[in-house]
């Protein structure tokens, strides 16, 4: 369990994001009104980019370091985000989208089915990566190191496309803790709206399903971390949507994400797993230190 009032964050966080206002030389955004508060700024640099239909998606950085300073509402939903993100991220994102919308109620048309993700970065401090432990499973960390490898981009499957062989009837299933269930009974949530009740009479057509970018990213030790005698470590992440590209091989950044581990299969098909699990990150946010 945890100790999250969905109410509480999400009240919080509009406050924090209709009123903060103190920003480094680092974090002004150019072409807005500096009279607005910082992360109204934000949003309204969001509005042009949605309107202007970049083809990046709409991110919204939030420094952690200014919501812990900011209130003392604020401090306690930090430390919620650094334990519980699983849970929190969700809900910053809806009240980012409802924020967007209530400063500009045409906003709808220039989102166009996008989401607002909001990126957490900015930790009061950054972990080794020989400090990593079980306990960090599934909190938010930050970590230093230097990019060695990045992969080809993936196709990551987000949302399935399903039809019923009997009568034609489709249904979209989204992707829940990485796997897409497949529809059991053909009824009234698809597309027909009826269903002819025949089970087992899915399958999925590939080409209607929706995808997102993904890569992997190698990301090293700086030189000045490895103690002496010892290899540089290393660990996996994984980047997603407008993430990926971001970096380059031998860039040094800072990485903010979410600690996760996996069960390796013994083999890929059979469902057993080892008991040792493998670790890696999923990125929420980069920032380049050094290229």
């Given at each position: 369990?945890?100790?999250?009032?969905?109410?509480?964050?999400?009240?919080?966080?509009?406050?924090?994001?209709?009123?903060?206002?103190?920003?480094?030389?680092?974090?002004r955004v150019?072409g807005?009104?500096?009279?607005?508060p910082?992360?109204?700024?934000?949003?309204?640099?969001?509005?042009?980019?949605?309107?202007?239909?970049?083809?990046?998606g709409l991110?919204?950085?939030v420094?952690?370091?200014?919501?812990?300073?900011?209130?003392?509402?604020?401090?306690?939903?930090a430390?919620?985000?650094?334990?519980?993100?699983?849970?929190?991220?969700?809900?910053l994102d809806?009240t980012?989208?409802?924020?967007?919308l209530?400063?500009?109620?045409?906003?709808?048309?220039?989102?166009?089915?996008?989401?607002?993700?909001?990126?957490?970065?900015?930790?009061?401090?950054?972990?080794?990566?020989?400090?990593?432990?079980?306990q960090?499973l599934?909190t938010?960390?930050?970590?230093?190191?230097?990019?060695?490898r990045?992969?080809?981009?993936?196709?990551?499957?987000?949302?399935?496309?399903?039809?019923?062989?009997?009568?034609?009837?489709?249904?979209?299933?989204g992707?829940?803790?990485?796997?897409?269930?497949?529809?059991?009974?053909?009824?009234?949530?698809?597309?027909?709206?009826?269903?002819?009740?025949?089970?087992?009479?899915?399958?999925?057509?590939?080409?209607?399903?929706?995808?997102a970018?993904?890569?992997?990213?190698?990301?090293?030790?700086?030189?000045?971390?490895?103690p002496?005698?010892?290899?540089?470590?290393?660990?996996?992440?994984?980047?997603?949507?407008?993430?990926?590209?971001?970096?380059?091989?031998?860039?040094?950044?800072?990485v903010?994400?979410?600690?996760?581990a996996q069960p390796?299969r013994?083999?890929?098909?059979?469902?057993?797993?080892?008991?040792?699990?493998?670790?890696?990150l999923d990125?929420?946010?980069?920032?380049v230190v050094?290229?």
């Amino acid at each position: 369990g945890t100790n999250i009032v969905v109410g509480d964050v999400i009240r919080t966080f509009a406050s924090f994001l209709r009123t903060f206002s103190g920003v480094r030389d680092e974090d002004r955004v150019d072409g807005v009104d500096a009279a607005l508060p910082y992360y109204v700024r934000r949003l309204t640099h969001l509005r042009a980019l949605a309107a202007a239909d970049v083809g990046a998606g709409l991110s919204l950085p939030v420094r952690v370091s200014q919501l812990r300073g900011h209130s003392r509402e604020s401090r306690v939903l930090a430390s919620q985000l650094r334990a519980y993100p699983n849970e929190v991220v969700p809900l910053l994102d809806a009240t980012a989208r409802r924020e967007f919308l209530r400063l500009f109620p045409a906003g709808e048309h220039d989102l166009d089915g996008r989401h607002i993700q909001v990126r957490p970065h900015g930790l009061s401090d950054t972990s080794h990566m020989r400090s990593l432990d079980p306990q960090d499973l599934d909190t938010l960390v930050g970590l230093l190191g230097m990019v060695v490898r990045t992969s080809p981009i993936v196709p990551d499957l987000k949302e399935g496309y399903f039809v019923c062989e009997v009568c034609g009837n489709t249904m979209a299933v989204g992707i829940d803790r990485g796997r897409v269930e497949e529809p059991v009974v053909c009824d009234e949530r698809g597309s027909n709206g009826s269903g002819c009740g025949a089970r087992g009479t899915f399958s999925m057509v590939h080409n209607r399903c929706t995808f997102a970018d993904k890569q992997m990213v190698r990301l090293q030790e700086t030189p000045t971390e490895v103690p002496p005698g010892e290899t540089p470590a290393s660990l996996l992440l994984f980047c997603h949507d407008d993430l990926v590209d971001a970096v380059q091989p031998g860039d040094r950044v800072e990485v903010t994400g979410l600690y996760r581990a996996q069960p390796r299969r013994i083999n890929p098909r059979i469902t057993k797993v080892k008991s040792v699990y493998k670790t890696y990150l999923d990125v929420i946010h980069f920032k380049v230190v050094e290229r």
